[in-house]
């Protein structure tokens, strides 16, 4: 299975907004040719100007900014976001102007370096901040369009990117903004692409790479070819995306860019993979590996494991396979992109089957399904809610037969991700019998079968013993008690009116009252005591070695308990009681059926008093004393 493409090298080229300055606007085109080289460049003459006299401060501070610029757009071309973060943040405390193009382009250098969560919705409020200040249309306006664009593709709302990135691909189509109209397809090609509409990333991406190549951009040529691989790649055409790759990694390589060549690697490695073809993939991998190890690249680090990983299995080194993965997952994927994390526990599940190791591989079979069914659905959200705002979209800027290709576009594009999907739910069902072997295997281990005891005894709601449990245990105490010839009593319990409460106050709050009812009664009686869910809102109260007298006093405890139960506004006038039917056994006593009817006879007396009331069963009148006709006088009210 493939690794969705999360982590990959991204860089915008060219300034969107040039430099009217011919030596700084020069610096600018250099980005895109040569990264290392303008970088090199900028920092010479940034340092020139810190070394010098200070004669003119706004003149020194304006240049000064423009250089910081540069750097930031020259380290993020070379995939250093937080070199490109720190000299944006130093070039936006010297220009300061909400209008000024040098603070506009470093306020997009730092939004478009940024890559975390909290970042990316802080980066896209300063964006739009500063837009609603440009005059709609302007060249200012289209460059933080784009950056905002690309902003809500790394949240993974694609729904808003491609009305966004449309939006600026459109308004760039006039020949005095060109270059902008190039970046806005270049960004719009990633959308296409995640989106699935891979026939469109394609052409968006060879508009970028024409301009490259007809340009002079070396640099910014090298990603747009690693750009078009990794299309190719997830359509499945490994062996053209290697193509892609190789020229990529070439171009990389005349300009000493070591970042792009172990991405190249990388990627080309995974296409040997996805061919069969192990020999070749270690070699690439371990030259990826090497590279960013060295630059201290964690995250790409650990792809390139993870795809070593997969190399290990496939030659049947498992063991090995098991210690990459376990140094991938080492903070069980919080430090990865949420998508790439499932198929790495499948990975893992697999290594630890192959080592016999089946909890562990049931385990992180467990932790796969979880994580395929909530990125399956958030991916299928996803697609939906961009397909829906790209049709709204052109519904309202074109109805004529451009509209109705699209569409045909889109209903092929469905039937391809719904036969996807089907496929998808094979692959689950598959993973699904897996796990059922593997619960075979691990059926024996003590711990997992007295939790399935404990499952098929206790009732889910309220976390009491089930009417079957229950049972069980009121007649082992019966038993008990004739043995020892000591009273055993009993009381069914019988919420009041709570068919009145469910329907004025839903469900929700018949079951809290069932729920307070179970906490008040671990509350209220004996550890000794035992309180079950007989049915519905009736339960089973067995007590050990109790006269009625102690019975009804515990009854009392409970019954106090329970008109504190709360209700919601809906209840008004309603309050939560109970009526019981207490049960003592004695020497004629043959059965726990017979003592569960005569309790249920005085439960039946109970209700047909008025509820809210505890009455003993008749035949115990030789058990009853003073005590007890006080304490029933007393919970009648």
């Given at each position: 299975?493939?690794?969705?493409?999360?982590?990959?090298?991204?860089?915008?080229?060219?300034?969107?907004?040039?430099?009217?300055?011919?030596?700084?606007?020069?610096?600018?085109?250099?980005?895109?040719?040569?990264?290392?080289?303008?970088?090199?460049?900028?920092?010479?003459?940034?340092?020139?100007?810190?070394?010098?006299?200070?004669?003119?401060?706004?003149?020194?501070?304006?240049?000064?900014?423009?250089?910081?610029?540069?750097?930031?757009q020259a380290y993020g071309i070379l995939e250093?976001?937080?070199?490109?973060?720190?000299?944006?943040?130093?070039?936006?405390?010297?220009?300061?102007?909400?209008?000024?193009?040098?603070?506009?382009?470093?306020?997009?250098?730092?939004?478009?370096?940024?890559?975390?969560?909290?970042?990316?919705?802080?980066?896209?409020?300063?964006?739009?901040?500063?837009?609603?200040?440009?005059?709609?249309?302007?060249?200012?306006?289209?460059?933080?369009?784009?950056?905002?664009?690309?902003?809500?593709?790394?949240?993974?709302?694609?729904?808003?990117?491609?009305?966004?990135?449309?939006?600026?691909?459109?308004?760039?189509?006039?020949?005095?903004?060109?270059?902008?109209?190039?970046?806005?397809?270049?960004?719009?090609?990633?959308?296409?692409r995640s989106m699935g509409d891979y026939s469109?990333?394609?052409?968006?991406?060879?508009?970028?790479?024409?301009?490259?190549?007809?340009?002079?951009?070396?640099?910014?040529?090298?990603?747009?070819?690693?750009?078009?691989?990794?299309?190719?790649?997830?359509?499945?055409?490994?062996?053209?995306?290697?193509?892609?790759?190789?020229?990529?990694?070439?171009?990389?390589?005349?300009?000493?860019?070591?970042?792009?060549?172990?991405?190249?690697?990388?990627?080309?490695?995974?296409?040997?993979?996805?061919?069969?073809?192990?020999?070749?993939?270690?070699?690439?991998?371990?030259?990826?590996?090497?590279?960013?190890?060295?630059?201290?690249?964690?995250?790409?680090?650990?792809?390139?494991?993870?795809?070593?990983?997969?190399?290990?299995?496939?030659?049947?080194?498992?063991?090995?396979?098991?210690?990459?993965?376990?140094?991938?997952?080492?903070?069980?994927?919080?430090?990865?992109?949420?998508?790439?994390?499932?198929?790495?526990?499948?990975?893992?599940?697999?290594?630890?089957?192959?080592?016999?190791?089946?909890?562990?591989?049931?385990?992180?079979?467990?932790?796969?399904?979880?994580?395929?069914?909530?990125?399956?659905?958030?991916?299928?959200?996803?697609?939906?809610?961009?397909?829906?705002?790209?049709?709204?979209?052109?519904?309202?800027?074109?109805?004529?037969?451009?509209?109705?290709?699209?569409?045909?576009?889109?209903?092929?594009?469905?039937?391809?991700?719904?036969?996807?999907?089907?496929?998808?739910?094979?692959?689950?069902?598959?993973?699904?019998?897996?796990?059922?072997?593997?619960?075979y295997f691990l059926i024996a281990n003590r711990?997992?079968?007295?939790?399935?005891?404990?499952?098929?005894?206790?009732?889910?709601?309220?976390?009491?013993?089930?009417?079957?449990?229950?049972?069980?245990?009121?007649?082992?105490?019966?038993?008990?008690?004739?043995?020892?010839?000591?009273?055993?009593?009993?009381?069914?319990?019988?919420?009041?009116?709570?068919?009145?409460?469910?329907?004025?106050?839903?469900?929700?709050?018949?079951?809290?009252?069932?729920?307070?009812?179970?906490?008040?009664?671990?509350?209220?009686?004996?550890?000794?005591?035992?309180?079950?869910?007989?049915?519905?809102?009736?339960?089973?109260?067995?007590?050990?070695?109790?006269?009625?007298?102690?019975?009804?006093?515990?009854?009392?405890?409970?019954?106090?308990?329970?008109?504190?139960?709360?209700?919601?506004?809906?209840?008004?006038?309603?309050?939560?009681?109970?009526?019981?039917?207490?049960?003592?056994?004695?020497?004629?006593?043959?059965?726990?059926?017979?003592?569960?009817?005569?309790?249920?006879?005085?439960?039946?007396?109970?209700?047909?008093?008025?509820?809210?009331?505890?009455?003993?069963?008749?035949?115990?009148?030789?058990?009853?004393?003073?005590?007890?006709?006080?304490?029933?006088?007393?919970?009648?009210?």
């Amino acid at each position: 299975m493939l690794l969705a493409a999360a982590w990959l090298p991204f860089a915008a080229g060219a300034s969107c907004l040039e430099n009217p300055d011919p030596e700084l606007h020069r610096l600018q085109d250099l980005v895109s040719e040569d990264g290392t080289k303008a970088l090199r460049q900028a920092q010479s003459e940034l340092d020139a100007l810190q070394r010098g006299p200070p004669s003119d401060l706004h003149t020194n501070a304006s240049r000064k900014a423009a250089l910081f610029a540069i750097l930031a757009q020259a380290y993020g071309i070379l995939e250093l976001d937080g070199k490109a973060r720190e000299a944006a943040a130093k070039g936006l405390a010297l220009a300061t102007g909400e209008h000024d193009r040098v603070h506009l382009e470093l306020l997009s250098a730092y939004a478009e370096s940024v890559y975390d969560k909290a970042g990316i919705a802080s980066a896209i409020e300063a964006v739009e901040a500063a837009r609603m200040l440009q005059p709609r249309g302007s060249t200012a306006d289209t460059c933080l369009l784009m950056t905002r664009g690309l902003l809500e593709h790394r949240q993974d709302r694609e729904d808003l990117a491609i009305v966004t990135l449309t939006q600026a691909y459109r308004a760039s189509i006039a020949p005095a903004v060109t270059e902008q109209h190039i970046m806005s397809a270049d960004y719009l090609s990633l959308v296409m692409r995640s989106m699935g509409d891979y026939s469109e990333a394609l052409a968006l991406n060879q508009e970028k790479i024409d301009w490259d190549a007809s340009h002079a951009a070396t640099m910014s040529l090298s990603v747009s070819r690693f750009m078009r691989g990794q299309i190719l790649k997830l359509m499945g055409s490994y062996d053209a995306a290697i193509v892609e790759f190789t020229a990529a990694r070439k171009l990389s390589l005349q300009l000493d860019d070591l970042q792009g060549i172990a991405f190249a690697d990388e990627r080309i490695c995974e296409a040997h993979i996805e061919l069969g073809r192990l020999a070749p993939a270690q070699r690439e991998c371990a030259s990826a590996l090497r590279i960013f190890s060295v630059a201290q690249s964690g995250d790409s680090m650990k792809e390139t494991m993870a795809l070593q990983a997969r190399i290990e299995m496939g030659l049947g080194h498992a063991e090995r396979a098991l210690g990459i993965l376990n140094r991938v997952l080492d903070h069980n994927g919080a430090d990865m992109p949420p998508r790439d994390v499932g198929p790495l526990y499948q990975w893992r599940a697999r290594a630890n089957a192959a080592l016999h190791d089946y909890r562990g591989a049931y385990n992180d079979l467990q932790e796969y399904v979880g994580r395929y069914k909530a990125a399956n659905d958030a991916e299928r959200n996803r697609k939906a809610n961009a397909e829906r705002a790209r049709f709204e979209t052109d519904r309202e800027i074109e109805r004529n037969a451009s509209l109705q290709r699209e569409l045909a576009l889109s209903h092929e594009q469905s039937s391809r991700q719904a036969q996807q999907l089907r496929w998808n739910a094979v692959v689950v069902v598959a993973g699904v019998w897996v796990i059922a072997l593997l619960i075979y295997f691990l059926i024996a281990n003590r711990r997992y079968r007295q939790q399935l005891v404990k499952l098929a005894s206790q009732d889910p709601l309220t976390g009491l013993p089930n009417r079957r449990r229950t049972a069980e245990l009121a007649a082992a105490s019966l038993q008990a008690a004739g043995e020892s010839q000591k009273p055993l009593t009993i009381a069914i319990i019988d919420m009041d009116h709570f068919k009145v409460i469910n329907d004025r106050c839903g469900h929700a709050a018949g079951d809290h009252v069932l729920k307070e009812f179970a906490r008040a009664g671990r509350e209220a009686l004996r550890e000794s005591d035992i309180l079950g869910r007989w049915g519905g809102e009736e339960f089973l109260l067995v007590m050990p070695e109790t006269s009625l007298d102690l019975a009804v006093a515990s009854l009392q405890r409970l019954r106090t308990l329970v008109c504190g139960i709360r209700l919601p506004a809906t209840g008004s006038g309603l309050r939560v009681t109970l009526s019981a039917g207490l049960s003592s056994s004695d020497e004629d006593t043959r059965s726990l059926d017979e003592l569960i009817a005569r309790a249920d006879a005085a439960l039946y007396t109970a209700k047909n008093d008025g509820r809210d009331a505890i009455r003993i069963a008749d035949g115990n009148e030789q058990t009853w004393s003073t005590g007890v006709r006080r304490a029933l006088r007393l919970t009648t009210m």
